[in-house]
């Protein structure tokens, strides 16, 4: 059986943000693009462990969605998945205060 998917509310304002950035170029895309995302984020529910940890966040891991990290922390008792932020990667490293 696979994980809980739980996402931050950071998280949900940076996909937010990231789509009406995106759809001042094109609607079509920013939605495609929001798809996609919840298409990478459901699957972590079966293999989490596959993306590496995030240095600057342990024990935090990343996967990436075109040029996006999606920034999430595995919780083995309660068998979730906490996804905490999804931000451009060309972005400054995170800091302790980027998750609050």
């Not at 891991?61 to 060309?90: G, M, N, P």
Request: hydrophobic residues 40%; charged residues 30%.
């Amino acid at each position: 059986m696979g994980f809980k998917i739980v996402p931050a509310r950071l998280a949900y304002l940076d996909i937010e943000e990231i789509a009406d950035y995106i759809s001042q170029d094109s609607m079509e895309s920013a939605r495609k693009w929001v798809l996609g995302l919840w298409d990478v984020i459901n699957n972590l529910a079966e293999m989490p462990k596959r993306f590496p940890y995030v240095p600057e966040a342990f024990p935090c891991r990343s996967c990436l969605y075109h040029s996006h990290r999606i920034i999430y922390r595995i919780d083995e008792s309660s068998k979730t998945i906490y996804i905490l932020r999804v931000y451009h990667s060309a972005r400054e490293p995170l800091k302790e205060d980027d998750f609050t």
